[in-house]
């Protein structure tokens, strides 16, 4: 691709540091790149590591935490910013819709209130204009302007949803994370949030990151994924590859719990066995124990993540680049 | 049985591993329990009766005697020994405390399970009972309520009507504590399957809810205690202790009228007051720490600081 | 729930609790034992037979108790007649107003200091938790806590009068007695300083534990995540997010904490001989003036009734959540 990628993340191992208990490793090498204007889907199981590849990128752990790796974004190491610094770019460049958004909303503040001080806040804008602005993202997501003046717990679920978009979208970002943006809502408003999401990234070109268990929702909006398992990633590459020509076991088991894209109900638990426990990782592929075609190294070689096809990278024995 | 007992002590054994290693706990359990012993061995510790008068050589009475001049803390207004009234003053004080402190958890726990068992009117009931008394202002109500109890001559001890109001008072916390868990542990499945299966109100409550309740009983009850202590040191200071069986509430009490601080007999109002500081802050120590290994509440806090990053150095992957 | 009908279920709460109070007092009055023109009169007065039946009939005491009399009593209370003082023979009401000044005096400034500082010091210490300073903080909190109040007053009353050579008791030096207390401000601050600083540490601890546990049940939240992720700084966070939540719980507490702060105030006024509502009614209890003592007590207790419903109102002013709809 002749673009430069947006952001390129390498190598991200996030550990949690329990008190008596040791390190847990919540992430490990991941690698994956996220390009202008591009939806790259995020799946796995569970307490893979989804939630936390995100807020490693944008350093919002607790101090319990620690991350290693680097984090390019324009080719400049996130990581390696001071904490001061690191808050010009939360928000301004990339913003995100966290999982269960239901309560990330202020409960004692306006919603148009909430999404100005986010624009203000970095200076984009002097008050009335960024007031002005509010309205029409209100707008955008299909809330009537005139209810900004309103409290969160005036808003159904989804316009709480709706409103985290606006609010995500406000210093119109390069980069949205949306994590889950919609579980907790009814069939109908999760139908509506997907298309607004993409209404608004053909919009506004942004790129978007999108956390999902939901394969249909993957396969109709995204262009890259990224399979997890375990805290590192399993597979990774264009979405019609993925599909059509899985190469890790895992991401064809999970293709084969869903084996309607149409009816995006399956649930993942299908395959048999249960993710790793982090303070118990098996030494090598963390997938081996539940694997339907393990072979005798995946016990103890944990299998490196080659390119076998160009963009599309997998790790297990079975793939020869 | 044996099997239960056996439970028991496992649970038990579990139970002290985890706090021997919690500072807080220790010094609270060291503070109450020491104040229990001095109490209990109060005889032992003191060569005088309490209410004797210590006398010099010429038989006069040693009145606000220094340490210096007469044993650990010196004599009183009266010239008796402080260290004597101090130690058989523990015993009047743990016991108004305990007793009272138990009067109130029996009620409140009482209370709570009926409001949070039943629901309905009954809770609606407690609950306003228990939102009016929180309202009231407590000392006064007291005060008014002792005061008339004394004027009415029923011939009851002065200790005996201040264990009642105190322990008639305040049950509230327990109550409203109580309840809430009640309500949790109704919600969960064993309960409503004990229902199905036909199973009486009482039975549920005994075989069902009372054992996983106790724990929280128990600490709420080290809490009260520490609250039942202070308010009775509060009322004997003035004036409603028996002046006969003095508590460390009536020896300030003694202390405060009889001049003790214009005479600078220090060692007359302060080793008192620290004894009930020694007590109070045991029980809320220990209640506090009990309370929290019952219901950790370990929470998130997003604010308390920067994750750590470690950057790389070097080229990654993917060329 | 509107607004409305929240401020009326309050007020209704408020009416019954005052309403109970009222009860209380009378039957407190009436299970005294003799006779109730005693009671009304006082026990040493001699008095004759006759006019003893006058003061029966003028009492309404011939009438049955309940509800004649307890109406009538109710109708002498909101009249402002809480009966003759047996000890200071003047009437009641006209002694509570006359005392009631000082003692919001002492009980203001003990307030306002410890609120503040134990807000922001509470708030700093959830902030940086299990830092030195949280431990410090939580510790002086539990000590504060464990202190009864008239002892913390006695240490205070010894230290500063005689290392500080502070007054030992009293509103006003003897000289300055009955002069207007805005003519004598210094001797007055002077007599003021060691009451208000045992309130305010005793409180003080009470409160920063209150506003610690807030704040830190608030940065526990999601939407304070939102507003780091936003790319505010810490301080931000704190001051436009999570300062007004943490202290919405603290309006309600205070009010309910009035009662705890009558009863410092029956303490530090006792031992410090100042002049108040507190005194007075260690005073009445000292010389049995049930009169006095009753009038006393339905005075505070009526006050902080009346006070936590202004606190409800308050807090509907400020939590959107009840002031909306
Ligand atoms: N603050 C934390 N402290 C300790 N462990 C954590 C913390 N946050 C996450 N983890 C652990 O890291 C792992 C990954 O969690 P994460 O929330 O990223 O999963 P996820 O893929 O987002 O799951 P889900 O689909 O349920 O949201 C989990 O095992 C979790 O227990
Ligand atoms: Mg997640």
Redesign the interface.
Known sequence: MAEMPLLQVRHLTTEFLLPGKGAARALEDVSFDVYPGQTIGLVGESGCGKTTVLMSILRLLPTQAQISGRVLFRGLDLLALSERQMREYRWKEIAIVFQGAMNALNPVMSVGEQICEAITLHGLMPRREAEARTGELLELVGIPKERGVQYPFQYSGGMRQRAMIAMALACSPCILFADEPTTALDVMVQAQILELLGNIQRKMGLAIVLVTHDLGVVAEMCDMVVVMYGGKVAEYGPVDRIFNNPQHPYTQKLLEAFPDLAQPVASLASIPGAPPRLSELPPGCRFAPRCHVCLPQCASEAPPLLEIAPGHFSACHLCKS | MRESWLLFWRNLREFWRVFRHNRMGMIGAFLLLSAVLIALFAPFLSPYEPSLVIRDATGRGLTFAPPAVHGPLGTDDAGRDVWTQLVYGARISLLVGLLAGFIAMFIGSLLGILAGYFGGWIDTLIMRVTDVLLVIPDLPLMLVLVATLRQMELKISPLVVLILVIGLLYWTSTARLVRSQVLSIKERQFVARARAIGAGHFHIIRRHILPQLMPLIVANTVLILSTAILIESGLSFLGLGDPTQPSWGTMLNFAFDRNAISNGAWWFYLPPGLAIVWVSLGCVLLGNVLEEMLNPRLTAHHLEGDVRVRPLEGEGAYG | MSRRTYLLRKLI?AL??IF??LV??FV?FR???GDPVRAVIGRNVKISAEAQQALRQQFGLDKPIFPDQFLDTLRQWAQGNLGISWSLRRPVAEILMSKLGNTLLLIGLGQLLSIILGVFLGLFAG?K?KTVFDVAALTFS??A???????LG??L??AG??WLGLP?GGIVSPENVGKPLYTVLPDLARHLVLPTLTLTILYLGEYMLIMRSSI??V????????????????W???W???L??AM?PIVTIVA?N???T??GA??IE??FSYDGLGKL??TA??K?D?PL??G??LL??VS??VA?FLADILYTA????VK??
Do not use: C
Not at chain 3, 220 to 231: Q, R, V
Not at chain 3, 318 to 321: A, H, I, Q, T
């Open positions: 709460f019954v609790t109970v109070v209380i007092n407190l299970v005294l034992p902030w938790r539990l000590i806590w464990a202190t009864p109040t008239f002892w006695i240490i009353l010894a009068s005689s030992t830190l049940e940065l526990s939240e999601d939407y304070i995540l939102t507003a780091k992720a936003k790319g505010m700084s810490p931000q966070v704190l436009r997010h999570a007004k939540n919405l309910l009035l009662g705890f009558v009863s029956i303490y006792t031992v009614f260690q209890l000292v049995q049930y003592l009753q006393a007590f505070l207790a902080v009734i936590n400020l939590d959107p959540r909306a709809n």
